[in-house]
């Protein structure tokens, strides 16, 4: 036997002297189990949260669509009117026609526009929830490791 492996402590020795760092390292889990559960719980809470705000804008946004659909069954009913006052004679009356329909379109377009801007600003993903969990994670591997140590 070599005078190095007489001075290497045992595996024995080193669980004894380990001891209480293991028993204060598994006192502390019940603590952070319980900081991680809350911390998770109010993820989730923020999660529906904005879920429900993404829903609101979308919803929003589908009567503004609707608003739309409206208005062009209006300006095709205002192009059949004018087809057919065109047809039956040929006087200032189906101009008119004509003008309501290009404007009952061009209300509708702007109208379409609108919804479908407000429809690029709904995003199905809780950004903020997603956001907030991956600082958890960070918090709980830092947690993890200065209990390891």
């Known amino acids: 036997m070599t005078t190095e492996e007489s001075v290497r402590p045992t595996l024995l020795e080193m669980l004894r002297a380990n001891a209480s760092d293991l028993r204060g390292a ?4 019940p603590d952070v189990a319980a900081e991680v559960k809350q911390l998770l719980a109010a993820d ?7 879920m429900r705000e993404s829903a609101a804008r979308a919803g929003s946004a589908a009567a503004i669509a609707g608003a739309a659909a409206v208005i062009a069954d209006i300006g095709l009913f205002f192009a059949f009117a004018t087809l057919m006052f065109l047809l039956a004679t040929a006087v200032d009356i189906w101009l008119a026609a004509l003008i309501t329909t290009l404007v009952a379109f061009g209300i509708a377009f702007v109208v379409y526009r609108t919804a479908m801007s407000r429809f690029k600003d709904v995003t199905p993903t809780p950004k903020r929830a997603v956001e907030a969990l991956g600082k958890d994670m960070s918090w709980l591997r830092a947690q993890m490791k200065s209990s390891g140590t």
């Open 26 to 29: 598994a006192g502390e889990l």
């Open 44 to 50: 989730v809470q923020l999660g529906v949260a904005e």
